[in-house]
Structure formats: structure tokens, C-alpha cells
């Protein structure tokens, strides 16, 4: 295939929204639609079904953060109840998932730290013991902040596109209408 061929592929699927294809739009939102009864777990019956929880985050994190999200309810189910207990469960994820983002960041200060000394300490001791011992603190001090930058550009980045999930569920609109 020649190169302006591939190109001008490439620019028209920057243009294109996978997911309007899938996912009607109405009101400039996109509509993520649930039917049926099954939007409580079989375990417990006052916690979201744990598919539905994954179709929303797939759903939420395959579209593109300016989208706007609609969940709509099939008239079949108590929407309040509905609406409330994935609210709330939206809202527990977040705040797990905040608390963890500050443990992330407790530890990537705590790795710095630690390994900024143990360099430090390890340039004062390079004529004074055996290499072996030297090189051995050397080799510690350097893991520790290299444990440090994975942290931060790593797995911090990993909770924070799932933070932008979750409000992006958390800020979706809400209706109920027959869809069956």
C-alpha cells in the first residue's frame, strides 16, 4: 500500500468517533443503554452487577474525555434504587482510588528520600570500605529511585485514567424510558 494511501487512512480515523457508531447520540450526549433486571449482584443484592460495572468503565474509558455519557434505564427496574446504589458505589471507587493515588505518592516521596541518603552515603564511602560493600550501597540507593520514577509516571498514571473513569461515570446523566 503506498504512503499517501496509509496516510490519509490515518487522518480519517482521527476523525472518527468509534464509539458514536456504537453508542446512539441524543442531546449531544453519547447513550449507554441497560436493560434488564440483572443490575444487582447475585451475592449481594445491595451492590451493583459487576458486568455492568464493567461494561460502564469499558465504555468510559474507550471514549474520548470530552464525551458526555447518558445512562438510560430500562422502565422495567426502580431507577431511583437503581441510580442511587451505582452512585454510591461510583463514589467508593473514588475515594479508594484517591486514597491509593496518596499512597502512590507517599511512597514515591518515601523511595526519593531514601535513596537520595543511601547515594549520598554511598559517595562518602567509596575510598573507605571494599568495593564489593560500596557498590552494594551504590546499587540500592539507585534501585530506590528508579522505584520512585515507575511509581510516578507508571502506576500513578494507571490510577489516575481510572479516577477520570469514574468521573466521567460519576458526572453522566441518568434517565429511564422503555428500551426493550
Same mark, same amino acid.
Given at each position: 500500500m503506498p504512503h499517501f494511501r496509509i496516510k490519509d487512512t490515518v487522518k480519517k480515523l482521527n476523525s472518527i468517533s468509534p464509539m458514536e457508531k456504537i &453508542?446512539? /447520540?441524543?442531546?449531544g450526549r453519547l447513550e449507554v443503554k441497560i436493560t =434488564? +433486571?440483572?443490575l444487582y449482584s447475585e451475592i449481594n443484592s445491595e451492590l451493583p452487577n459487576p458486568d455492568i460495572i464493567d461494561y460502564l468503565f469499558d465504555i468510559s474509558t474507550h471514549t474520548d474525555i470530552l464525551d458526555k455519557l447518558t445512562i438510560v434505564l430500562d422502565d422495567e427496574v426502580d431507577f431511583k434504587r437503581a441510580k442511587e446504589t451505582y452512585i454510591t458505589y461510583l463514589l !467508593?471507587?473514588? +475515594?479508594k482510588t484517591?486514597? *491509593? &493515588? %496518596?499512597v502512590y505518592? %507517599? +511512597?514515591i516521596l518515601g523511595f526519593l528520600i531514601f535513596g537520595g /541518603? !543511601? &547515594?549520598v552515603l554511598s559517595y562518602f &564511602? *567509596? =575510598?573507605r570500605f571494599q568495593r564489593v560493600f560500596y557498590d552494594s550501597v551504590n546499587i540500592i540507593g539507585g534501585f530506590? /529511585?528508579? *522505584?520512585?520514577a515507575d511509581l510516578f509516571f507508571f502506576a500513578r498514571w494507571e490510577k489516575r485514567k481510572e479516577l477520570v473513569s469514574i468521573v466521567k461515570l460519576l458526572e453522566a446523566d441518568w434517565t429511564q424510558r422503555d428500551i426493550s
Open positions: &453508542l446512539p /447520540i441524543k442531546n =434488564g +433486571k440483572d !467508593v471507587l473514588a +475515594k484517591l486514597k *491509593e &493515588l %496518596r505518592t %507517599r +511512597k /541518603i !543511601v &547515594l &564511602l *567509596e =575510598g530506590s /529511585i528508579w *522505584e520512585a
